[in-house]
């Protein structure tokens, strides 16, 4: 029925065993231990991306974690209006909820088909999907401190019996792979509960957050007691362990790194734009209107050396022989070194010289 996980699944761990059985040969437990070790690192490694997308997805969910409580809050009575705030937040944001959940989900699949898989390498078994009888036999008498790779704690003495295995033997190597898995599935949790925001936390996370810490690493320790968890699982379990924890604290820190150099890059921006102490600023404000300059005045002479010169030979002409006549010709050369000549008038200063001639 899940033929189409089970034959991916035992094809990369086919993969993996040929490049190792070719080292250390086929039958040899470190083959089938490196194969299952890299299984997990390329299923990981398939998964990295959607891993990197959902961290980011968090973070940016920490950030807007106040809005997130007031809509909370908001909407307490009303919980359809609260999911469809919830989903205008999110896509403000650009957050998908799904994100987060992308690699827990993928690896289900994975696990499953894992298990299934190594649990049909049983003696006498033709095929295991893409196995033939000599790989079915050679990962039989792989032997690993005494141990089979599909043995199981609780397996009844009549399979062991099948393996040429006892039970002190499976529990002796069983035993500090389930503490390493445990410890490794804490600290896991442990680093990605020391992530979260203060703000964001809600008493359903309080309790995620201890199920995570406690509950979910003395859940491996239990099952591998009780439930039928071949050694090969714990190994799946213990390398997948290993790989999240490096993977988390490589993928935050790079995080981290970019976080802070985006920040250097926007304070030395800052810095570059502002002004210096004492100085005003000479941008003009926001929706400021540019002022026009204004024109500058042409000094007096340069008008007066611009004003043609009168014909001394029209004025002589048009002069008469009374005083009202020198009068007219001096107040009109007063008037155009003035700038202006209205005819008719006078001014005082041609007035006060026609007065000293006629005295």
Same mark, same amino acid.
């Given at each position: ?24 040969? $086929? ?37 807007? &974690?106040? $809005? ?31 994100? %987060? ?30 196995? +033939? ?9 792989? +032997? ?13 003495? #009549? $399979? ?7 039970? !002190? ?9 389930? *503490?390493?898995?445990?410890?490794? =599935?804490?600290? =896991? &949790? ?10 964001? @936390? /809600?008493?359903? =996370? ?6 995570? *810490? ?8 239990? %099952? ?34 970019? $976080? ?5 890059? #926007? ?10 102490? %004492? ?24 008008? /007066? ?10 004025? /002589? !002409? @048009? ?11 001096? %107040?009109?050369?007063?008037? !155009?070194?003035?700038? /202006? ?19």
């Amino acid at each position: 029925m899940l033929d189409f996980i089970y034959y991916p699944v035992s094809f990369i761990l086919w993969c993996w065993h040929w490049v190792f059985g070719h080292i250390f040969g $086929e039958s040899s437990a470190v083959a089938w231990v490196l194969g299952i070790v890299f299984l997990v690192f390329t299923l990981r490694a398939i998964m990295f991306k959607p891993m990197v997308n959902q961290v980011r997805s968090m973070k940016k969910m920490q950030e807007f &974690a106040p $809005e997130i409580k007031k809509l909370q809050k908001k909407y307490a009575n009303d919980k359809q209006k609260l999911a469809q705030e919830m989903q205008k937040l999110q896509s403000q944001h650009g957050v998908n909820p799904l994100g %987060g959940c992308l690699p827990m989900l993928l690896q289900i699949p994975v696990f499953i088909g894992l298990f299934h898989v190594l649990h049909e390498f049983k003696p006498g078994k033709t095929e295991n999907y893409y196995f +033939d009888e000599q790989g079915v036999a050679s990962y039989i008498q792989a +032997d690993l401190f005494g141990a089979r790779l599909g043995n199981w704690i609780t397996q009844p003495a #009549a $399979e062991l019996a099948n393996f040429e295995v006892s039970r !002190s033997s499976i529990i002796l190597v069983a035993i500090p792979l389930l *503490l390493t898995a445990s410890a490794l =599935t804490h600290l =896991t &949790a442990r680093h990605s509960v020391s992530r979260q925001n203060p703000e964001s @936390a /809600t008493p359903q =996370t309080a309790i995620m957050n201890k199920l995570t *810490l406690y509950m979910f690493p003395l859940g491996v320790l239990v %099952g591998g007691f009780f439930f039928p968890f071949p050694i090969g699982l714990i190994l799946y379990w213990l390398s997948n362990n290993s790989w999240t924890l490096w993977q988390q604290r490589f993928v935050y820190k790079r995080i981290d790194a970019e $976080e802070a150099a985006a920040k250097e890059a #926007a304070i030395a921006k800052r810095s570059a734009t502002a002004p210096k102490p %004492g100085q005003r600023p000479t941008a003009p404000r926001p929706g400021q209107k540019p002022q026009a300059k204004k024109p500058t005045a042409q000094p007096a002479d340069a008008t /007066t050396a611009e004003a043609p010169e009168s014909d001394p030979t029209k004025a /002589t !002409s @048009a002069e008469k022989p009374t005083g009202t006549g020198s009068t007219a010709s001096t %107040g009109s050369t007063g008037s !155009s070194a003035g700038g /202006t000549e209205i005819p008719g008038l006078i001014s005082d200063r041609s007035r006060k010289k026609s007065g000293r001639k006629n005295r």
